[in-house]
């Protein structure tokens, strides 16, 4: 019996594999290693349990947003082990994690200048959002100075469209890209994500940094998903309800049956992560078969129309995510993407890790 809350398995087998064919394409395209975005707790899955299979899979270098993320996971991994911060930080802030900062401003770089540190030298070649824009980078060109006793490990940038294969932008990026890292001194690069690994060899790098396919989202939209499914999101039903025909179901009566129906209540809703905006759009499936979510989701509880589904009685689990229902197509029905689906999960299900094999 279900302890009444929902189950969450995250399969990190599927993680390593995933990892391992993004590994193998990027070298495949001509490029050189290939690291790990684990930020935001491993895209919600679980950095304590995500970092050590990646490493165990053979991957060297992490990227995180925030210092206190690198922190948290610094006592997983070998101080050989890159953990890249790309948000930055101000130097003493890792006190002894040996954290790499990302420098985003000619003011990191002036922090960080003659510490003798590793870094990485973010630029802005088309987002608009962090690094050093188009005349910061052409300043430091011409005086170089303020690189000096700074070990500079990777020159990167990231891609603003590349999920839309053929947007002309990834190619202006790619140039801008190598003009710029022409001009600088010479370091490795870094540079696509996991759509930038679906682009072609102008993408490659020394360091690609791929996140959500290692995940399990599409990370070339429009095709078939290359990558393994990695979750699978079930939530117990805690009541069937018979209803007659002209009951309304759930906040704001927005669904009325129209015949006399079976109402599951499910123990899962948006501060799970099971977005609000899926409120009638979505469905939850069970033996295989699928299920209309009817009404509002609230916050807690969920209600699925199974007036075809006589075998469904409290304690049923209803899977919410799995295969044929993935992430990425709940997010579409949502309005949203497949990364808000997993940074949303929330922290009230059990979870249960599949070990790599
Ligand atoms: C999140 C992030 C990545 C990983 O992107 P995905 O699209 O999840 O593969 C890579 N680089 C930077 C700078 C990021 O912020």
Same mark, same amino acid.
């Given at each position: 019996?279900?302890?009444?809350?929902?189950?969450?398995?995250?399969?990190?087998?599927?993680?390593?594999?995933?990892?391992?064919?993004?590994?193998?394409?990027?070298?495949?395209?001509?490029?050189?290693?290939?690291?790990?975005?684990?930020?935001?707790?491993?895209?919600?899955?679980?950095?304590?349990?995500?970092?050590?299979?990646?490493?165990?899979?053979?991957?060297?270098?992490?990227?995180?947003?925030?210092?206190?993320?690198?922190?948290?996971?610094?006592?997983?991994?070998?101080?050989?082990?890159?953990?890249?911060?790309?948000?930055?930080?101000?130097?003493?802030?890792?006190?002894?994690?040996?954290?790499?900062?990302?420098?985003?401003?000619?003011?990191?770089?002036?922090?960080?200048?003659?510490?003798?540190?590793?870094?990485?030298?973010?630029?802005?070649?088309?987002? &608009? =959002?962090? /690094?050093?824009?188009?005349?910061?980078?052409?300043?430091?060109? !011409?005086? %170089?100075? #303020?690189? +000096?006793?700074?070990?500079?490990?990777?020159?990167?940038?990231?891609?603003?469209?590349?999920?839309?294969?053929?947007?002309p932008l990834s190619a202006e990026q790619a140039a801008r890209f190598a003009a710029a890292r022409a001009r600088l001194p010479a370091a490795p690069s870094s540079f696509a994500n996991s759509s930038g690994l679906f682009l072609g060899p102008d993408f490659a790098s020394d360091? &690609? =940094?791929? /996140?959500?396919?290692?995940?399990?989202?599409?990370?070339?939209? !429009?095709? %078939?998903? #290359?990558? +393994?499914?990695?979750?699978?999101?079930?939530?117990?039903?805690?009541?069937?309800?018979?209803?007659?025909?002209?009951?309304?179901?759930?906040?704001?009566?927005?669904?009325?049956?129209?015949?006399?129906?079976?109402?599951?209540?499910?123990?899962?809703?948006?501060?799970?992560?099971?977005?609000?905006?899926?409120?009638?759009?979505?469905?939850?499936?069970?033996?295989?078969?699928?299920?209309?979510?009817?009404?509002?989701?609230?916050?807690?509880?969920?209600?699925?129309?199974?007036?075809?589904?006589?075998?469904?009685?409290?304690?049923?689990?209803?899977?919410?995510?799995?295969?044929?229902?993935?992430?990425?197509?709940?997010?579409?029905?949502?309005?949203?993407?497949?990364?808000?689906?997993?940074?949303?999960?929330?922290?009230?299900?059990?979870?249960?890790?599949?070990?790599?094999?």
């Amino acid at each position: 019996m279900p302890d009444g809350s929902g189950l969450l398995t995250v399969d990190l087998g599927a993680i390593a594999e995933n990892w391992k064919s993004l590994r193998d394409r990027h070298t495949g395209m001509g490029g050189g290693e290939t690291g790990a975005a684990v930020k935001a707790d491993a895209y919600g899955l679980g950095a304590a349990r995500v970092v050590p299979a990646l490493a165990a899979a053979g991957c060297r270098h992490f990227f995180v947003a925030h210092l206190a993320e690198g922190m948290a996971i610094r006592p997983l991994l070998g101080q050989g082990q890159m953990i890249a911060v790309l948000n930055g930080f101000r130097p003493g802030e890792d006190e002894d994690a040996a954290l790499t900062p990302v420098l985003n401003t000619p003011g990191d770089i002036g922090a960080w200048s003659g510490t003798g540190r590793d870094a990485l030298l973010h630029i802005d070649t088309g987002m &608009a =959002r962090l /690094g050093l824009t188009p005349a910061e980078t052409e300043a430091l060109a !011409g005086d %170089p100075s #303020p690189l +000096r006793g700074l070990n500079l490990r990777y020159l990167m940038t990231h891609l603003a469209a590349a999920d839309a294969p053929g947007h002309p932008l990834s190619a202006e990026q790619a140039a801008r890209f190598a003009a710029a890292r022409a001009r600088l001194p010479a370091a490795p690069s870094s540079f696509a994500n996991s759509s930038g690994l679906f682009l072609g060899p102008d993408f490659a790098s020394d360091l &690609a =940094r791929p /996140g959500c396919a290692i995940y399990g989202l599409n990370p070339a939209p !429009g095709a %078939p998903n #290359p990558m +393994r499914p990695v979750i699978r999101l079930a939530a117990p039903v805690l009541q069937v309800r018979e209803i007659p025909a002209g009951t309304p179901v759930g906040y704001g009566a927005t669904w009325v049956a129209e015949r006399p129906s079976r109402i599951a209540t499910v123990a899962a809703g948006y501060a799970d992560g099971y977005l609000r905006a899926l409120s009638g759009r979505a469905t939850g499936r069970h033996n295989g078969q699928d299920l209309p979510l009817v009404g509002r989701v609230s916050m807690d509880l969920t209600t699925f129309d199974v007036t075809d589904h006589p075998g469904i009685a409290p304690g049923a689990m209803i899977e919410l995510i799995g295969p044929g229902l993935s992430a990425d197509g709940l997010a579409a029905r949502a309005g949203t993407i497949g990364y808000e689906v997993l940074t949303s999960l929330g922290a009230r299900y059990r979870r249960d890790y599949k070990q790599a094999a």
